[in-house]
């Protein structure tokens, strides 16, 4: 199994809404990675967990609150979006946080903030 | 700071022509890079990727071409087809970090 899988595909939330994105992967990977990527530009890395531990958040804004509760599972609970919080948000696996390893993206959650 | 580039943001390419995508890299402290090729409505997708002991490497119909001296990384594909149609990133990591930069992306369009 070669695959990172996401839910949902797409999201649609009010500004005062919770909702929270969900991740998966069962290739023994212990790296597991958000981005968030906006139209015609390159993901930008949020959060980083290596074994199961957040070892990098690039000051993303707490109303982004990650969570690896274990080593196949990542979730991303959002609450109080704002509308330039659309995007396309992505996971992606690795082998290991360090070294010459490839990570595997999922396909993605577009979500819509209204 | 550090950076990934691409020279051309577009690449328009003739269907059974080879295609050619560029990429600089600034950080002389990157071993290690990456191809991801990400089509529309989906994650990117890993193509190839290349360390930097290594000059050239294979796969199926894509090469990827890393020189050091001045930093630059290039993706060839063979035989463009239809399905080559998307847009293609380079990235780039220093092993001892976690993290990976990408490059801003070249979209590839393919012509019948």
């Known amino acids: 199994d070669t695959e990172v899988t996401q839910t949902p595909k797409h999201l649609v939330m009010g500004m005062t809404n919770k909702k929270s994105l969900k991740c998966e992967q069962h290739?023994?990977?212990?790296?597991m990675y958000w981005y968030k990527q906006k139209a015609k530009k390159p993901p930008e890395l949020m959060f980083v967990?290596?074994?199961?531990?957040?070892?990098i958040n690039e000051s993303v804004p707490s109303r982004f609150s990650p969570e690896c509760p274990n080593s196949s599972l990542l979730n991303l609970h959002l609450h109080a979006l704002q509308p330039e919080d659309s995007a396309l948000y992505l996971c992606?696996?690795?082998?290991?946080?360090?070294?010459?390893?490839?990570?595997?993206f999922g396909p993605g959650t577009r979500l819509t903030v209204t | 700071g550090e950076s990934v580039g691409l020279h051309l943001p577009t690449l328009s390419v003739q269907e059974g022509d080879n295609s050619i995508i560029n990429c600089a890299y600034s950080?002389?402290?990157?071993?290690?890079f990456i191809w991801y090729k990400q089509e529309s409505g989906k994650g990117p997708q890993f193509i190839i990727d290349i360390r930097s002991n290594m000059d050239k490497r294979q796969g199926q119909r894509v090469t990827v071409l890393l020189n050091k001296t001045v930093k630059h990384l290039s993706l060839q594909i063979a035989a463009t087809q239809p399905g080559d149609s998307a847009v293609y990133f380079c990235a780039e990591k220093d092993s001892s970090a976690s993290k990976i930069i990408f490059g801003s992306g070249t979209r590839l369009s393919i012509r019948p």
């Open positions: 950080n002389s402290a990157s071993d290690y």
């Open positions: 992606a696996s690795s082998l290991i946080a360090g070294g010459p390893n490839e990570q595997y």
């Open positions: 290739m023994g990977h212990r790296a």
């Open positions: 967990y290596s074994y199961e531990k957040l070892s």
